[in-house]
């Protein structure tokens, strides 16, 4: 069996507004959470609980998230203001 190759590059990763995304993202598992929380009895007597603490997680997740992609675009952004220093431009 021969080895699968590639027969294009892979395009470049779409850059956007990820903290934004990750922070709308966030707020709505926030949301539905507590939309659910009400109904906890309604799910808990059909066994489906798990959509609340799913929101619940994903809200938490989402936190974790936030922290990343702020972390992760401060650093974009001094690797370009110390290329700009040195004079060299990024491609």
């Given at each position: 069996?021969a080895?699968?190759?590639?027969?294009h590059?892979?395009?470049?990763?779409?850059?956007?507004?990820?903290?934004?995304?990750?922070?709308?993202?966030?707020?709505?598992?926030?949301?539905?959470?507590?939309?659910?929380?009400?109904?906890?009895?309604?799910?808990?007597?059909?066994?489906?609980?798990?959509?609340?603490?799913?929101?619940?997680?994903?809200?938490?997740?989402?936190?974790?998230?936030?922290?990343?992609?702020?972390?992760?675009?401060?650093?974009?952004?001094r690797?370009?203001?110390?290329?700009?220093?040195?004079?060299?431009?990024?491609?």
């Open positions: 069996m080895k699968w190759t590639p027969k590059e892979a395009p470049e990763p779409l850059e956007g507004p990820v903290v934004g995304t990750i922070t709308g993202g966030t707020i709505l598992w926030f949301v539905l959470f507590l939309v659910q929380l009400p109904f906890y009895g309604w799910f808990d007597d059909r066994d489906l609980t798990w959509w609340v603490w799913t929101c619940l997680a994903g809200a938490g997740l989402g936190l974790i998230g936030i922290w990343y992609v702020r972390k992760r675009d401060a650093a974009i952004k690797h370009r203001a110390a290329q700009e220093a040195d004079g060299t431009a990024a491609p």
